[in-house]
């Protein structure tokens, strides 16, 4: 086999696994999420802990993660890296008198390390989750976080009487509550 041979499938096998590496990294980084996701970029003021105990913080979404901040701009908290933040909502979702600060969110897997028995692995694909996080004495803490919630939330909103309404791409929207630990299916408007 020639010198030029040789080369040319060196040339071919390094671009090959090259290319691998790169669609590894894009699908790792959820570059393949599906196309119809809005992204949404806000802030707000989020009152930690109760009205007359709390104090103001900064709750930030861009570039799909969250960041909480003091008045001074420091980062309290900050969304993990391999969750992709669609978007955000503060809400007294348990009615406690505290906003919960809730995500609409994309991570890999179903479960995480929270997966039921019957479960020995979770899946390599990207889902759908809501995380709620509240106000525990100095810091955040997470609250509840769904496993994948099982439908294609475009959009959402709160309001105190029809509690938490979730949009699905195919305009289907659905309200739902807090009962004791976690959210429920109310009904569908």
């Known amino acids: 086999m020639s010198n030029k041979r040789k080369l040319i499938i060196a040339a071919a096998v390094i671009f090959a696994a090259a290319a691998v590496c790169l669609l590894i990294i894009l699908k790792t980084n959820g570059y393949f ?5 809005s ?7 989020w009152t930690t ?3 007359e105990e709390g104090f103001p913080a900064k709750a930030v979404l861009k570039n799909r993660r969250v960041r909480v901040l003091d008045t001074k701009g420091n980062i309290l908290w900050e969304s993990e890296r391999t969750v992709k933040v669609q978007d955000i ?5 348990d009615r406690d008198g505290q906003d919960e600060l809730l995500l609409l969110c994309w991570k890999k897997g ?3 390390t929270s997966r039921p028995f019957w479960v020995t692995e979770d899946e390599k694909n990207w889902s759908q989750h809501i995380f709620i996080y509240e106000w525990k ?3 955040v803490g997470a609250s509840w976080m769904a496993s994948d919630i099982g439908m294609d939330a ?3 909103s709160f309001d105190p009487e029809t509690r938490l309404s979730i949009t699905e791409t195919d305009g289907r929207v659905t309200r739902w509550d807090w009962f004791s630990f976690g959210l429920e299916y109310i ?3």
């Open 187 to 189: 009904g569908e408007f």
């Open 154 to 156: 475009a959009s959402w």
């Open 39 to 45: 992204w949404q970029e806000r802030d707000f003021i």
């Open 137 to 139: 004495e100095t810091r």
């Open 49 to 51: 802990g109760k009205a």
């Open 33 to 37: 999420l599906p196309g119809w996701i």
């Open 110 to 112: 179903r479960y995480g």
């Open 89 to 93: 909502l503060a809400a007294d979702i």
